[in-house]
């Protein structure tokens, strides 16, 4: 009598544990059996918003899409992917923005951009990269705008553009290079416009032309030369207006 008790409280506990489960299992739909209702996704004729996940299929069976929702938002873990399987991109979301790493890949499996998101805006660096797996642009925002240092590189690795920003504008030196190293411009901004002396340079070093800006208006002297150093021609600024005469040499 006693072993029949045990048994039957083993037998309850199974039965307890297997519904538990199967109540507590993730639920899998394809995509196109979702729809979007005033901001949340819900499956095709059903009022309630949906938690689970979901993908889309490319023709050969393999996954192309695969998203997870809580409650009728993106949330987790959302991943594309190549026909061959191969992870295209990945990213993570929360209460249905993206909040994270996000990452996207080429066909050989190597990096090709990571950025981080917070509460759906763009913070930290964001980087981008060359198949071979250089280094291609690296920048840095803050609160969804760009913030510091931004550099773009050649794909041999040698530095083509370096621009500094503050709240999401150009502000400070900006310098482009040829890609033998040497300089190609440097320019001053402030606050998003040109202000100060930009300089132009043949690949030779030597300079090729100099203009004055004032809060993105060309104000003062612009002045051109010949590749051998000589004056090529000159004019004065002021207040985007030529002021006096343009000499040429």
Do not use: P, W
């Amino acid at each position: 009598m006693i072993f029949k008790k045990v048994s039957m409280k083993r037998v309850l506990c199974i039965l307890f544990v297997s519904v538990l489960f199967i109540n507590c299992a993730k639920k899998e739909v394809h995509i196109n059996d979702l729809q979007e209702r005033n901001g949340l996704m819900y499956e095709v004729n059903s009022k309630e918003v949906f938690t689970g996940s979901a993908k889309s299929y490319y023709a050969n069976g393999k996954v192309d899409l695969e998203e997870n929702y809580t409650k009728g938002k993106l949330d987790g873990i959302t991943k594309r992917y190549y026909e061959d399987g191969q992870v295209k991109a990945e990213a993570n979301y929360k209460n249905g923005v993206l909040d994270g790493s996000f990452k996207e890949y080429y066909k050989n499996g190597k990096l090709e951009l990571e950025k981080t998101y917070k509460a759906g805006k763009l913070e930290g660096s964001k980087k981008s990269y060359f198949e071979d797996g250089q280094a291609a642009i690296e920048m840095t925002y803050k609160h969804g705008e760009l913030e510091g240092m931004t550099k773009k590189y050649y794909e041999d690795g040698q530095l083509e553009i370096e621009m500094t920003y503050k709240n999401g504008v150009e502000h400070g030196i900006t310098k482009g290079y040829y890609e033998h190293g040497q300089v190609k411009v440097e320019a001053s901004y402030k606050n998003g416009e040109l202000d100060g002396v930009s300089k132009e340079y043949y690949k030779n070093g030597q300079l090729q032309g100099e203009t004055s800006y004032k809060d993105g208006v060309l104000d003062g002297m612009m002045k051109g030369y010949y590749e051998n150093g000589r004056l090529k021609g000159e004019a004065n600024y002021k207040n985007g207006v030529i002021d006096g005469e343009i000499k040429r040499y």
